[in-house]
């Protein structure tokens, strides 16, 4: 693990300027750091420092410690700890400086009570999750989907794609009198995620593929190159390499996804739980004048915009959508 010795103290004042706004603790040292040595922590309220006669405590260290990102664990320990404290002391000073100068401290306040019910409710979902998603129910998991996995045939092929049909028709002359498929793709193939390799897409599933590139992919005989294809993409030329079983993904490679994915109906269920105990209320009210924004001349309307929450509250899944271009083949190739 590299040492992060160059982060000058600036940095770390401005991630304190605004972190605290936009993020939770992050991961702590004993769940990320290797070959360290356990370290009898001080009582939380061991007095570190006096800032105007008020003590500054190690437990308000900590607390400071679990916002900075991941790397700052990686610097000596002295060198974090003072820097850590002088900008606490700067951060205890200018709280001061603002309350003597009248500045909102309702509008701090506000803040102040959403962000300790969102670190509960972040503290509630870790405490859940510690007891709900163990590694045993990610291997079932695991092993459920791989019974209700459907099998699928995998080809690997090489593909040729140009902007127009006279283009794709004057390869395919050039393959027949024998050119070499590999050089043309190369030199003539706009799909620049595979060209250099010359054209190679890997192995992929017939679903990965727009489906008239994929229909025509397994049609073809191995060894056999296609008749020109037109997809959205162009006019393609495609060469079969191989065909063989689809090869599930092994566990390690689906165990992020499956704890994402353990970790989303943990949410949903947990936020349909605690709504099912409390009376709730909602008054209708102009959204923007709630919110303090300007309103649209022509509002957007909410099929327009990405989904933020479903109608049960429960936050909507961060899966990326599966994409069906032959590019996306060809990263499939690369990650094997």
């Keep these: 693990m590299k040492v992060f010795r160059s982060i000058a103290r600036p940095g770390v004042a401005a991630l304190f300027a605004g972190l605290v706004a936009i993020a939770g ?29 008020k003590p500054l405590t190690a437990g308000e ?17 002295d060198f974090l700890f003072n820097t850590l404290l002088r900008e606490m ?23 102040v009570v959403f962000y300790r019910e969102r670190l509960l409710h972040q503290a509630y979902l870790k405490k859940r999750k510690d007891v709900e998603i163990t590694p045993e129910v990610i291997k079932q998991r695991y092993e459920e989907m ?15 794609l140009v902007k127009t049909e006279e283009e794709v028709k004057a390869i395919a002359e050039e393959l027949a009198k024998g050119g070499n498929f590999e050089a ?19 192995y992929f599933k017939k679903s990965k593929m727009v489906p008239e590139f994929a229909d025509v992919a397994f049609a073809t005989e191995k060894g056999k190159v296609s008749a020109p294809v037109q997809t959205e993409h162009g006019w393609h030329l495609i060469r079969v390499d191989d065909r063989r079983a689809a090869q599930p993904p092994t566990f390690e490679e689906v165990v ?8 989303a109906e ?4 947990a936020a349909k739980a605690v709504r099912a105990e409390k ?33 049960d509250g429960a936050a909507p899944s961060d899966a990326p959508a599966a994409t069906d271009t032959p590019a996306a083949a060809g990263s499939e190739k690369k990650a094997e």
């Excluded at 043309?184 to 890997?202: E, P, R, T, W």
């Excluded at 992020?256 to 994915?261: A, E, G, N, T």
């Design 61 to 77: 260290m900590r607390v400071a410690l679990q916002f900075l990102p991941q790397q700052y664990y990686y610097l000596p320990g």
């Design 25 to 53: 603790p992050s991961a702590s040292w004993a769940e990320e750091a290797t070959a360290t040595q356990a370290v009898e922590p001080l009582p939380v309220e061991t007095v570190v420092a006096t800032v105007d006669g």
């Design 279 to 311: 009376k709730i209320e909602m008054v209708k009210l102009d959204a923007y004048a709630v919110l303090g924004l300007p309103k649209p001349v022509a509002p957007p309307t909410a099929e327009s915009l990405p989904a933020t929450e479903s109608k």
């Design 184 to 202: 043309l793709a190369q030199a003539k193939s706009i799909d620049q995620s595979n060209a250099k390799d010359g054209g190679d897409l890997g």
């Design 256 to 263: 992020p996804d499956v704890r994402d994915q353990l970790m």
């Design 266 to 269: 943990l949410v949903d269920r």
């Design 89 to 111: 002391i700067d951060i205890r000073l200018m709280a001061e400086a603002a309350s003597a100068e009248g500045i909102d401290q309702a509008e701090v306040e506000r803040q």
């Design 146 to 160: 791989l019974k209700a996995a459907v099998p699928e045939d995998e080809v690997r092929a090489h593909h040729i």
